[in-house]
Antibody, heavy 120, light 107 residues
């Protein structure tokens, strides 16, 4: 059974860089044909797709994040990372990682998320 | 971006009721529509993929239908563990987009 667990800083100040990590167990992130995806959920709002990384390192990002976002993977640690620069209060959200299964193009495994608050 | 609109945003129902939630896309997405369930503090759970396919391990009382721009999720006989928030997601193009969610509450 694949399990995903996110970890992050909890609290950030405006203009800082958000770094969140997703640790995967029950399978290797570099095997199979999967995308590893980051999604966030501001309180009371809809889920927002941030971007994804394929097992070969190819990435797709949501244009709404412009050049602020970087997703990477570390096969040796079996982790996926998200970096978001120049954060503001609008980046306050629960950040989830998920596995995207091509073909059905569905998110079949999710982590429960990590809360990030941006406040001065 | 494709806009996904769910209705209702919340509903009250009783155990045993049949419940239907709708999701509309701002343009045709064929059958690239998924449904998820989320409970507070828990990871979202995939219920239905490509509009009508039941994810492995999901109870058969859940079903999905639709194509193009109009989709539905139905629960044939609501069980106590089904009180949760449900949301749809299009996987037709990136960026993927989600509905705002439907909260199913106990009447």
């Amino acid at each position: 059974q694949v399990q995903l667990r996110e970890s992050g800083p909890g609290l950030l100040k405006p203009s800082q860089t958000l770094s969140v990590t997703c640790s995967v167990s029950g399978g290797s992130i570099s095997s199979g044909s999967y995308y590893w995806t980051w999604i966030r959920q501001p309180a009371g709002k809809a889920l927002e797709w941030i971007g994804r990384i394929y097992t070969n390192g190819r990435t797709n990002y949501n244009p709404s994040f412009k050049s602020r976002v970087t997703i990477s993977l570390d096969a040796s640690k079996n982790q996926i990372s998200l970096e978001l620069t120049s954060v503001t209060a609008a980046d306050t959200a629960v950040y989830h990682c998920a596995r995207d299964f091509p073909g059905p193009e569905s998110l079949d495994y999710w982590g429960r998320g990590t809360q990030v608050i941006v406040s001065s | 971006d494709i806009q996904m609109t769910q209705s209702p945003s919340s509903l009250y129902a009783s155990v045993g009721d049949r419940v239907t939630i709708t999701c509309r896309a701002s343009q045709s997405i064929s059958t690239y529509l998924n449904w998820y369930q989320q409970k507070p503090g828990r990871a979202p759970n995939l219920l239905i993929y490509t509009a009508s396919n039941l994810q492995s391990g999901v109870a058969s009382r859940f079903s999905g239908s639709g194509s193009g721009t109009y989709f539905t999720l139905s629960i044939s006989s609501l069980q106590p563990e089904d009180f949760a928030t449900y949301f749809c997601q299009q996987s037709y193009i990136t960026p993927r987009t989600f509905g705002q969610g439907t909260k199913v509450e106990i009447k």
